[in-house]
Antibody
């Protein structure tokens, strides 16, 4: 069975960076991608970008392009999402999800990681 | 960027009702439209992919359809566990945008 397990809650100060992990299991890691979607309190879903676990190619949302980096560690089937220069409006639950490459829908999701940015 | 519009933002219905939830794309997205269900405090769950394909394990009372750039999620007979927020998402081109969501509430 497919599982995506994310790292725990983070509290950061404005200007700091955060790195969230997403460990995959139950499938061939390199056959899919991983996307990151965030949800601010009481708001909808915002797509942040995705990474191919096959070759590490990335595609980021333009508004986050300068501050976000997604990487893979194939040996542990783990994907990382780092967000830099944090601001209060980055406070959100961050989800990873598996990407079915070609159709680009998100079929399995992690449990979410709350990132709070506050001074 | 492709804009996805979901209106209304909330909908009231009763158990047993047939409900349709609309979603409109700002331009052609072929059939690259997916539907997710999210309950409070939980991660989204994929219901329908590529307009009308039911994800494994999702009850058959859920279905999807399209007419041009208008897409519809239909629940044939509402069950208590279906009260949630529903999001459409286009996967035609990046950024893979979501609609604002439609919250389905108990009447």
């Amino acid at each position: 069975q497919v599982h995506l397990v994310q790292s725990g809650t983070e509290v950061k100060k404005p200007g700091a960076s955060v790195k969230v992990s997403c460990k995959a299991s139950g499938y061939t890691f390199t056959n899919y991608g991983i996307t990151w979607v965030r949800q601010a309190p009481g708001q909808g879903l915002e797509w942040m970008g995705w990474i191919s676990a096959y070759n590490g190619n990335t595609n980021y949302a333009q508004k986050l392009q300068d501050r976000v980096t997604m990487t893979t560690e194939t040996s542990t089937s783990t994907v990382y999402m780092e967000l830099r220069s944090l601001r209060s409006d980055d406070t959100a639950v961050y989800y990873c999800a598996r990407v079915v490459v070609g159709a680009y829908y998100f079929d399995y999701w992690g449990q979410g990681t709350l990132v709070t940015v506050s001074s | 960027d492709i804009q996805m519009t979901q209106s209304p933002s909330s909908l009231s219905a009763s158990v047993g009702d047939r409900v349709t939830i609309p979603c409109r794309a700002s331009q052609s997205i072929s059939r690259y439209l997916n539907w997710y269900q999210q309950k409070p405090g939980e991660a989204p769950k994929l219901l329908i992919y590529a307009t009308s394909n039911l994800q494994r394990g999702v009850p058959s009372r859920f279905s999807g359809s399209a007419s041009g750039t208008d897409f519809t999620l239909t629940i044939s007979s509402l069950q208590p566990e279906d009260f949630a927020t529903y999001y459409c998402q286009q996967s035609y081109s990046t950024p893979y945008t979501f609609g604002q969501g439609t919250k389905l509430e108990i009447k």
